[in-house]
């Protein structure tokens, strides 16, 4: 039909009218057709100077950024308005180096006297800045729109609200907001976020509260500032005054509802939702059972995830992998990662490491490494789950050579990555290459926590160097906690130390530490030595202040099926075959052994 309408245009001869060929260039733009509206251009510019400003909109419509450009530098004066704000735009919508472009047109276009920029153009050169977190630039743009009349544009506005917000300083976006008679939804919006992201959530529900209306972002703002405060309370609030929930209001509560502990709450929830579930909600659901320690039903869930439509996103399997490495079950373990294999993010850095981090918590290293070499670009996590992985499964040599790879590849260490490099010292019996790692921790960067201080302990203590722990003790910069001196506590154990034994012991009684451990390390202590009497009191003294110690728990897969044992539990189905094997294992051992020397209490 435009083809025809152009024909009639010509049969008329009303092609030359300027206005005439402007809409005619701007119709071709706008069905994309680029050559037809070069060719019209090529055929009437010499004749119409209004073709040169659509003509460069079109070139921007096409992303023909360069073009765009030479077309305004040829473009006969005066170059209007129109065509400084298509380039402008269309670098502004760019990258950081076209942002950057942007701005320097902007420059230009002010040195022009001819031309003066306009709501949109100020609009874009803000946008550029927000990307570039361009502060300083923004403000000067904010001090000519004002000269310029421009301060109480909707459109501005909003672009300085953002600009102010997304570089920190949310104050002046208020100042900018409050001078708004009816601010708009989105900057309103805008300004919560920027006060939600700086942590002011009372600022943010101060300008919540003034608004005349709300839609639901509003909602989900503030919904996720008390849930980052854990105001389990006033996110429930916020949620019921709703009055309309879509799908990103009901997955936030569902997983502010998990986070706080509200299992069955947020279970309700996710079964209402029913066949509106999207990908974010089943995951949702799937990191919430983790997050709660159920990891057989994340297992669950997951499998009737994958007979549903659904499909599955990098953030699916992460918490998948992590509950198969807590309950050690490698064959569901194997079976994540073959669902991981069908899609696109076995390379990702953050899924790669959690299955890295799997294997090697279930002791599979080779699948560990393979997983490591799948991952594009490893970061510091992955590179320190691999390290930690050879470390906790005696691999300790290859975790000081990958440390090296690491350095080498310009990534640098993290306190974690520091924890594996002293364990595998630890382990190895390696006390000097240890100790000089824990001494190269500032160069590094990372400043050491009680964690490092307490591998450390560890460390001499395995190598019977108690005094010199006792020592690296005293000039801890950090108080020692009961962990550190618990730590000494068992490296005499370890060289039958008994006299600091004693002092350590009480050190930690006097600390009001109710951890079963430093009691049965003593008795062990005086057990090995002979003193029964001591053993006695330590006993009684342990029954007096009734500490307790957290049952003992490992799993077991046997035939695709995880079994948890606790100490002293006895709910198990086959509990009675299991005791009768037990029996007759520890039978068996006491033919093989007449001396059961180290072991003071029943099994």
Not at 64 to 86: E, H, Y
Not at 389 to 405: P, T, Y
Not at 501 to 514: C, D, R, S
Not at 558 to 587: Q, S, W
Request: hydrophobic share 40%.
């Amino acid at each position: 039909m435009g083809r025809q309408v152009h024909g009639q245009v010509v049969k008329s001869g009303s092609e030359d009218v300027p206005i005439v060929g402007a809409s005619l260039l701007d119709f071709y733009s706008s069905c994309l057709d680029l050559n037809a509206s070069r060719a019209l251009f090529v055929s009437l510019h010499a004749r119409n100077a209004l073709l040169w400003s659509p003509m460069v909109v079109a070139l921007v419509r096409f992303n023909l950024l360069s073009d765009a450009l030479d077309f305004l530098r040829r473009m006969p004066p005066p170059r209007d308005v129109f065509a400084w704000t298509a380039v402008i735009s269309g670098y502004a919508r760019g990258a950081i180096e076209y942002c950057c472009k942007a701005l320097e047109l902007f420059v230009q276009l002010l040195a022009d006297d001819s031309v003066m920029p306009n709501e949109f153009t100020y609009d874009s050169v803000l946008r550029a800045c927000v990307k570039l977190g361009a502060l300083v630039f923004g403000r000067s743009v904010h001090g000519c729109l004002v000269r310029n009349g421009f301060e109480s544009e909707q459109l501005i506005t909003s672009a300085l609200v953002d600009l102010y917000c997304r570089s920190g300083a949310v104050d002046d976006a208020l100042l900018v907001y409050n001078d708004l008679q009816m601010p708009s939804l989105i900057t309103s919006n805008t300004l919560i976020a920027g006060f939600i992201s700086m942590g002011r959530t009372e600022d943010a529900k101060l300008v919540f509260s003034r608004m005349a209306e709300h839609d639901s972002g509003s909602y989900n703002l503030m919904i996720k500032a008390y849930a980052n405060e854990g105001r389990l309370e006033d996110c429930q609030r916020m949620f019921e005054m709703m009055p309309r929930r879509n799908m990103v209001t009901l997955n936030s509560m569902m997983s502010v509802l998990l986070q706080n502990g509200k299992l069955e709450e947020g279970q309700k929830l996710f079964e209402q939702i029913k066949d509106e579930k999207n990908t974010v909600t089943w995951n949702s659901m799937i990191s919430g059972y983790v997050q709660n320690d159920q990891f057989s039903e994340a297992l669950k869930l997951f499998a009737v995830m994958c007979r549903t439509s659904i499909e599955c996103s990098a953030c699916t399997f992460p918490a998948l992998l992590h509950a198969c490495a807590t309950i050690g079950t490698i064959e569901q373990g194997k079976m994540v990662h073959a669902h991981l294999c069908k899609t696109p993010f076995e390379s990702n850095g953050y899924v790669g490491t959690a299955l890295v981090d799997m294997y090697s918590k279930c002791g599979c290293v080779s699948d560990a490494r393979t997983a490591f070499g799948c991952i594009t670009a490893p970061n510091v996590a992955s590179w320190t789950s691999l390290i930690n992985g050879l470390a906790q499964n005696g691999h300790w040599m290859e975790a000081i050579v990958q440390f090296g790879r690491m350095l080498k590849h310009n990534v640098y260490p993290n306190e974690i990555t520091f924890l594996g490099l002293m364990m595998a010292c630890a382990r190895a019996g390696w006390v000097d290459k240890g100790m000089r790692f824990f001494h190269s921790m500032e160069s590094n960067g990372v400043v050491p926590t009680v964690e490092h201080y307490t591998c450390a302990v560890d460390l001499l203590g395995r190598a019977s160097r108690v005094r010199e722990a006792e020592n690296f003790i005293s000039k801890m910069p950090i108080p020692a906690d009961g962990v550190v001196w618990g730590a000494l506590l068992t490296a005499c154990w370890y060289s039958m130390d008994l006299e600091m034994g004693e002092e350590v012991a009480e050190k930690l009684f006097l600390m009001g530490t109710k951890h079963k451990s430093a009691y049965i390390a003593m008795s062990n202590i005086y057990a090995k030595l002979g003193k029964w009497e001591d053993v006695v009191k330590v006993r009684t003294r342990l029954r007096r202040i009734n500490a307790k110690k957290e049952p003992g728990c490992s799993w077991i897969e046997v035939k695709d099926m995880v079994h948890v044992f606790l100490v002293e539990d006895k709910t198990h189905p086959e509990r009675e075959e299991i005791y009768l094997m037990l029996e007759d294992l520890v039978y068996n051992i006491s033919l093989c052994s007449e001396t059961d020397d180290g072991l003071y209490g029943p099994y």
